[in-house]
Each structure stands twice: as structure tokens, then as C-alpha cells.
């Protein structure tokens, strides 16, 4: 089965620190999107992009968050400079959906796990 | 986005059926229907959709009312590692636009 793959899978770092996450989508979807999880707030969408494009990132707190596609095989999530309340894991998901065409399932990865000491 | 309501949690024995409920009384003609799970640990995993007609997968059956305000994901033989945050969602399938999701049901399953 294709994968969604992200990297790192555990990241610990010093308040203050910049941080990137990687997520290599399945090769074809055209669309990807990044969620943070943490107990007290669930799922929460960050952002998301359609054939690289940004559709939407009004979920990400726009003075320390970034979200990039530099090519079709990678998107980034980067903190700078992070905080202890960005302790989460970090989902990247990708599907191939299109507008007035209903849209199948995404696959997630397995998430990015992130500590802010 | 329309919402969902789901109960908190569900217990269910292995090898018997479950049916998780989902109510969505605002749903709107271009809303499809999404269930995804979550298993300990792991990204969340498609499940099912549908729009208006029942579905069947190798995972799951998804039943939809008529009135399509309320639908029921149907495990047709529960087993333990069948136990994960089942979620319901509403996605506009005209607008594209992402997943929403809420809080889910937990299941848990016994032997």
C-alpha cells in the first residue's frame, strides 16, 4: 500500500528552537494538508494545499508557523521560534480530490511527535 | 460546516456487531458523509463515505437514512483491534474543502 511519510517521527527541542517537519505525499494526490493533535484540543486542521497551491491556512498561528510545498514529493511544516503549547503530534495527509467531484479518503501518516521543552 | 453529533463512547464484545450512530441533522445536499478512525498511536484511517446510498467496503458498511440527516457505521464483526476514535465528518464535496474533525466515539471492544 502507498504511504504517506513523515519525518521526523520524534523531535525534542529547546524552547525557542526552530523546528521543520517533512511529509512526502502519495505520488499522484494532488492535495495535501497538516494537523495537529494534542488531548485537549483533538484534531485540528493547519493548513492545506491543492496542486502546491495554499488553499487554506487560517488554522495556523501565522507569526511562528510556515507551510510549504517546494515540489510535488514534499511539503514542510516549519515552527520558528517554538514554544512549549506547540507540543503535539503533527499529522500530514494526502488525497486526490477535486472540486464538485465528492473525493475519496485521505491517507495520513503516522505523525510527528513534538516536544518544546 | 454542518456538524455532527456522536456519542462520547461505545463498548462492544468481539465477534458481534457494532453499530456507531451519527447525527446530522444540518447536512447539506452536497455534503458527503466520511467516517475515519483512529487507532492508539497512529494517523487517523478512511473508513467509508457516502452521499445518498448505503456503501459497503471490505472495512465496513456505512447506512444512510433517507433523510440523510443521520447515518450508522456498521462493523459487521467486531475484534480488539477493531478499538480506535471512530469519527464522523461532513465534507463538502462541491467546495472540496478539508476534513473537520470533531471528537469522535470511542470504542472499545472485549474479549
Known amino acids: 500500500d502507498a504511504r504517506v511519510t513523515q519525518t521526523p517521527r520524534h523531535k525534542v527541542t529547546e524552547m525557542g528552537q526552530e523546528v521543520t517537519m517533512r511529509c512526502q505525499p502519495i505520488l499522484g494526490h494532488n492535495t495535501v494538508f497538516w494537523y495537529r493533535q494534542t488531548m485537549m484540543q483533538g484534531l485540528e486542521l493547519l493548513a492545506y494545499?491543492?496542486?502546491?497551491?495554499?488553499?487554506?491556512d487560517s488554522g495556523m498561528p501565522k507569526d511562528r508557523f510556515s507551510a510549504e510545498m517546494p515540489d510535488a514529493t514534499l511539503a514542510t511544516l516549519k515552527i520558528q521560534p517554538s514554544e512549549p503549547r506547540d507540543s503535539a503530534v503533527y499529522f500530514c495527509?494526502?488525497?486526490?480530490?477535486?472540486?464538485?467531484?465528492?473525493?475519496?479518503?485521505?491517507?495520513f501518516g503516522s505523525g510527528t511527535r513534538l516536544t518544546v521543552v | 460546516d454542518a456538524k455532527t453529533t456522536q456519542p462520547n463512547s461505545m463498548e462492544s464484545n468481539e465477534e458481534e456487531p457494532v453499530h456507531l450512530p451519527c447525527n446530522h441533522s444540518t447536512i447539506s445536499g452536497t455534503d458527503y458523509i466520511h467516517w475515519y478512525r483512529q487507532l492508539p498511536s497512529q494517523g487517523p484511517e478512511y473508513v467509508i463515505h457516502g452521499l445518498t446510498s448505503n456503501v459497503n467496503n471490505r472495512m465496513a458498511s456505512l447506512a444512510i437514512a433517507e433523510d440523510r440527516k443521520s447515518s450508522t457505521l456498521i462493523l459487521h464483526r467486531a475484534t480488539l483491534r477493531d478499538a480506535a476514535v471512530y469519527y464522523c465528518?461532513?465534507?463538502?464535496?462541491?467546495?472540496?474543502?478539508?476534513?473537520?474533525f470533531g471528537k469522535g466515539t470511542t470504542l472499545s471492544v472485549s474479549s
Open positions: 494545499f491543492r496542486n502546491r497551491a495554499p488553499l487554506d
Open positions: 495527509a494526502s488525497g486526490f480530490l477535486l472540486t464538485g467531484g465528492g473525493g475519496g479518503g485521505y491517507t
Open positions: 465528518i461532513l465534507r463538502d464535496g462541491q467546495a472540496g474543502t478539508a476534513l473537520i
